[in-house]
């Protein structure tokens, strides 16, 4: 995409050409954010083995000519990915482990997480799924039918989460028809979707996409992510409040990320953001310690301390549970200290 782009055509376009249009290239990025390569702590390495991957959407809610923007920080392949972290390694969260059958990871009670796409609509350099060999584990057309006789053969499963990758990078027709073969699975209650479509590319919020929500015979969850309040731009707050005004549930997941919302003001400006556009803060994680992300750590003392002040400062539903994955345990763990 070039720098000369014009973001009124650019946002009239639909969600597929916005995504093929997203930034793939730094000196494309820098262009459009008034910045030289040479001010940046770019490394060509970094995103050799992770491509620089942003759309238009949340490029525009960065800051122009500001190096140490919260949100470029967050897309930026730099060197310190290269450096080896001790402690970090390739699956943290023991996902591997926990794959019941292709595309299907049952770790938790009476939830089975559905990987339906590797892809993401933005390259989020944090991300512990970075380094996940996809090709192996993601839900191919031919294998989504052993994982549907999987969740139909448990009874004990009440929840299906869509994840990913982005399950909302699924065209309207195969989400449809993945949704209708979990509407006829008798013993589901929910369907819970974990997206940041509708932060980073909003216009993935399509009437087709509502119509298959809102005609689903189960109750919809979406979680999304969103990790600082720059991020919420109107045509986010427009997607957001379009699905909340058509009863699905809405929650926020976010990352704990050095430099980018380690700090008690964002993060309560977050929450006050979210809600107010009827989004409920539901999880803060720590780092998963994933190979190439040891520089966005934040310790847990530290996070302790920040989630203190945000804690003395919002009312009790605006506080995100810390949280952390552990491989092997029954559930998230919870982060608290003595208070
Ligand atoms: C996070 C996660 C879930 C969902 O956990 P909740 O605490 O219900 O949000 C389910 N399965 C896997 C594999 C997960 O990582
Ligand atoms: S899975 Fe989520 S955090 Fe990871 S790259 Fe995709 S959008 Fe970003």
Redesign the pocket.
């Known amino acids: 995409m070039s720098a000369q782009h014009n973001e009124i055509l650019h946002f009239a376009k639909n969600w597929q050409q916005q995504l093929a249009e997203a930034f793939t290239s730094i000196n494309d990025l820098c262009d459009y954010l008034h910045l030289s390569p040479g001010d940046l702590p770019f490394s060509i390495a970094a995103a050799d083995d992770f491509p620089l991957r942003v759309p238009l959407s949340f490029a525009a809610c960065m800051e122009k000519g500001n190096p140490f923007d919260p949100l470029l920080r967050q897309v930026l392949p730099i060197k310190d990915e290269l450096f080896a972290y001790p402690g970090f390694n390739r699956d943290p969260?023991g996902?591997l482990p926990?794959a019941a059958r292709t595309g299907v990871?049952?770790?938790?009670h009476g939830?089975?997480?559905l990987i339906n796409t590797g892809s993401c609509a933005i390259n989020c350099r944090y991300c512990f799924r970075r380094n996940f060999p996809y090709s192996d584990l993601q839900l191919s057309k031919q294998n989504e039918r052993a994982a549907i006789q999987y969740i139909q053969e448990d009874s004990g499963i009440s929840?299906v989460?869509l994840?990913g990758g982005d399950p909302l990078l699924l065209g309207d027709t195969r989400f449809a028809r993945l949704i209708h073969q979990l509407n006829n699975i008798a013993h589901l209650k929910r369907i819970?979707i974990h997206s940041r479509l509708p932060v980073v590319l909003p216009a993935r919020i399509t009437d087709g996409l509502i119509n298959t929500l809102i005609q689903s015979s189960k109750q919809i969850v979406i979680?999304v992510h969103c990790n600082h309040a720059n991020e919420i731009n109107t045509r986010v707050i427009a997607a957001c409040q379009r699905l909340k005004n058509n009863g699905i549930a809405l929650f926020n997941q976010s990352v704990l990320l050095k430099d980018v919302n380690d700090n008690a003001a964002v993060l309560c400006e977050l929450s006050e953001q979210l809600f107010t556009y009827g989004v409920i803060p539901?999880?803060l994680h720590v780092l998963d310690k994933a190979t190439g992300t040891g520089h966005f750590e934040v310790s847990e003392p530290e996070a302790l301390a920040l989630m203190k002040q945000v804690q003395a400062t919002l009312p009790g539903y605006l506080v995100p549970k810390l949280?952390k994955?552990k491989a092997g345990a029954v559930?998230?763990q919870y982060i608290s200290g003595n208070s």
């Open positions: 969260v996902d926990a990871i049952h770790k938790y939830r089975v997480l929840e989460i994840s819970r979680v539901y999880y949280v994955e559930s998230k």
